[in-house]
């Protein structure tokens, strides 16, 4: 499988724009780029994902290296409704498209 | 709410019960699948279904038996648990198993066994 790599936690300040980095170096050519994230006593919820090209949508935007080595989730202003693990996930065709979640990045926010 | 619902939202049960539980998603999607979190460590992946048909067991122990009479209903039979099967069953569901489909997580069950 292909892995990434992502920090345990991290802290933000509310307001402010956050920075969530992943790290994929063994990331093949058909594999997407995948964001989840798990809110306090709540399952998983997507949020954004990509293949090659940096995505925006209403949650968040998501910039891709362009060696697709790494790629960073970015809240433009976090709540403290953001607080929550976020997932970086590579999804490969020849694993039938699972997710395979890693550890994430617990992410808290200040007010 | 994420159009998938799961119940019961907890569960506490002895070794030697027999329980289920029921996942339903309401979004008309194809693809189902089962995962456990236990603590401190990722989810893990358990069962995919798509069109009704078991696609994907990953080493599940069989005391973990699941069901899926429709696209909308998916079930875990649980019997004869140990204690660190003890975790939170989460189910999801996509419009088919793509690698670019999103899947969309119910609220989980939380199982405790004695």
């Known amino acids: 499988d292909a892995k990434t790599t992502q920090p345990n936690s991290m802290e933000s300040n509310e307001e402010e724009p956050v920075h969530l980095p992943c790290n994929h170096s063994?990331?093949?050519?058909?594999?997407?780029i995948h964001w989840y994230r798990q809110l306090p006593s709540q399952g998983p919820e997507y949020v954004i994902h990509g293949l090659t090209s940096n995505v925006n949508n209403r949650m968040a935007s998501l910039a891709i290296a362009e060696d697709r080595k790494s790629s960073t989730l970015i809240l433009h202003r976090a709540t403290l409704r953001d607080a929550a693990v976020y997932y970086c996930?590579?999804?490969?065709?020849?694993?039938?498209?699972?997710?395979?979640f890693g550890q994430g990045t617990e992410l808290s926010v200040k007010p | 709410e994420t159009g998938v619902t799961q119940t019961p939202r907890h569960l506490v049960m002895g070794m030697t019960n027999k329980k289920s539980l029921k996942c339903e998603q309401h979004?008309?999607?194809?693809?189902m699948y089962w995962y456990k979190q236990s603590a401190k460590k990722p989810l893990e992946l358990m069962f995919v279904?798509?069109?009704?048909?078991?696609?994907e067991n990953n080493s599940v122990p069989s005391r973990f038996s699941p069901e899926c009479p429709n696209s909308s209903h998916l079930f875990l039979h649980l019997h004869t648990l140990q204690p660190e099967d003890s975790a939170l069953y989460l189910c999801?569901?996509?419009?088919?198993?793509?690698?670019?489909?999103?899947?969309?997580f119910g609220p989980g069950t939380r199982l405790l066994v004695l």
């Open positions: 063994t990331i093949s050519g058909t594999d997407y």
């Open positions: 979004l008309g999607h194809n693809a």
């Open positions: 279904y798509n069109f009704k048909e078991q696609t």
């Open positions: 999801a569901s996509s419009q088919d198993p793509g690698r670019w489909e999103t899947q969309y």
């Open positions: 996930i590579l999804r490969d065709n020849n694993q039938g498209g699972k997710l395979i």
